[in-house]
């Protein structure tokens, strides 16, 4: 648990920019944290080098756009689009190393295992393994629509996908579900607790499903009140907090003890906008949050009354990400600006 210190930490940002040309859609570090790649509304892809503080690759990845990219702890690159392709790069050039068929439709969603053995892709209605040399794996049965999110456990061992009216939780060597969490509604994400204690699902109608594993109980808790939908999951590494962004407020969740049931959450409200992003720190005890006016504020949820450090953009904020090492924070503008804080303690 969070302790409350005397008095809240203070941080500065240390900013600068790199221009990517379009919307940016999705950002991932390189498992060193030397590079930082983005993916963009046009189909490019992106790589800045963080010594040099400038984009060292820049070309055309995805016809129609780019909708996601994901760095594998092994160094392995990857990048999904609207081509129905996924593409897995070389580290070094950033050249194409191969060119796979991600299914019938966009390849929306891809995620690498923790240990970076397995990658997931989620196109329409195909959920599927490649390997990290881009070998075909499993092709996971049973989706009816098209698969809203993934998350992996933190140790690979299970991974969580979800569609209209089901989260399903598979093993990497198994095509089968071993366990089918069924609830009548579409979802708009999916997110398993590191620990695998908790999976949880936002739902069109303000509201979240939470399922507490292994799952026993007669119905899964409804977290309803909601201002809006929630947009936005994010899982503290020791899985006892979870923040979500509806609105212009961040609702983090203590999923500690017994659990979030009869719980009041805490409730950050000094964004102006719409939250669009939520991400804690891989180890550390900081939330960034990120909103439609452009706004970034670091949180300590020993103090939740304000912000730790804020950093103003012209633009939305379409994704953030933390370096390896926690002292980094990307962050993905709708105006193409692929911008860098360092993050330094007062």
């Known amino acids: 648990m969070m302790l409350l210190s005397a008095q809240p930490p203070r941080f500065r940002f240390d900013a600068w920019a790199a221009d990517c040309g379009d919307h940016v859609r999705a950002l991932a570090w390189s498992p060193n944290g030397a590079s930082l790649a983005a993916v963009t509304a046009a189909g490019e892809l992106c790589v800045a080098d963080i010594s040099t503080r400038a984009l060292v690759h820049r070309e055309l990845a995805h016809r129609g756009g780019a909708?996601?990219?994901?760095?594998?702890?092994?160094?392995?690159?990857?990048?999904?689009?609207?081509?129905?392709?996924?593409?897995?790069?070389?580290n070094v050039s950033f050249q194409s190393e191969l060119e796979l068929e991600g299914g019938s439709g966009w390849v929306e969603h891809?995620?690498?295992?923790p240990r970076g053995d397995w990658l997931a892709s989620g196109s329409g209605k195909?959920?599927?393994?490649?390997?990290?040399?881009?070998?075909?794996?499993?092709?996971?049965?049973g989706h009816e629509s098209t698969v809203a999110g993934l998350s992996w456990r933190s140790d690979g061992a299970v991974l969580a996908?979800?569609?209209?009216?089901?989260?399903?939780?598979?093993?990497?060597?198994?095509?089968?579900?071993?366990?089918?969490?069924?609830?009548?509604?579409?979802?708009l994400s999916v997110a398993l607790s590191p620990r695998g204690r908790y999976v949880v699902a936002p739902t069109f109608d303000n509201s979240m499903i939470c399922w507490r594993l292994p799952f026993r109980?007669?119905?899964?808790?409804?977290?309803?009140?909601?201002?809006?939908?929630?947009?936005?999951l994010a899982w503290s590494p020791d899985s006892e907090w979870l923040a979500t962004g509806s609105g212009a407020t961040v609702v983090v969740w203590n999923c500690s003890g017994k659990g979030p049931a009869g719980t009041k959450p805490i409730m950050l409200t000094t964004h102006r906008g719409a939250l669009t992003a939520t991400q804690f720190q891989r180890t550390g005890a900081l939330l960034a949050t990120g909103s439609a006016t452009g706004e970034v504020f670091l949180w300590h949820l020993g103090h939740p009354d304000a912000p730790v450090a804020r950093h103003n953009f012209a633009q939305a904020v379409s994704a953030l990400a933390w370096s390896p090492n926690d002292q980094t924070l990307a962050v993905a503008g709708a105006d193409g600006a692929l911008s860098v804080l360092q993050v330094q303690r007062k």
Not at 126 to 141: I, K, M, Q, Y
Not at 168 to 182: D, G, M, S
Not at 218 to 231: D, H, T, V
């Open 67 to 90: 909708s996601c990219v994901a760095w594998s702890k092994a160094g392995v690159l990857a990048t999904g689009g609207e081509d129905g392709g996924l593409r897995l790069w070389r």
């Open 217 to 232: 109980e007669r119905e899964p808790l409804n977290m309803s009140g909601y201002p809006a939908r929630i947009k936005t």
């Open 161 to 187: 996908s979800v569609c209209y009216g089901n989260v399903r939780l598979f093993k990497p060597e198994e095509a089968a579900p071993f366990v089918t969490l069924p609830y009548k509604s579409p979802f």
């Open 126 to 141: 195909h959920l599927r393994l490649w390997s990290a040399e881009g070998t075909p794996g499993l092709r996971f049965a």
């Open 110 to 113: 891809l995620a690498w295992s």
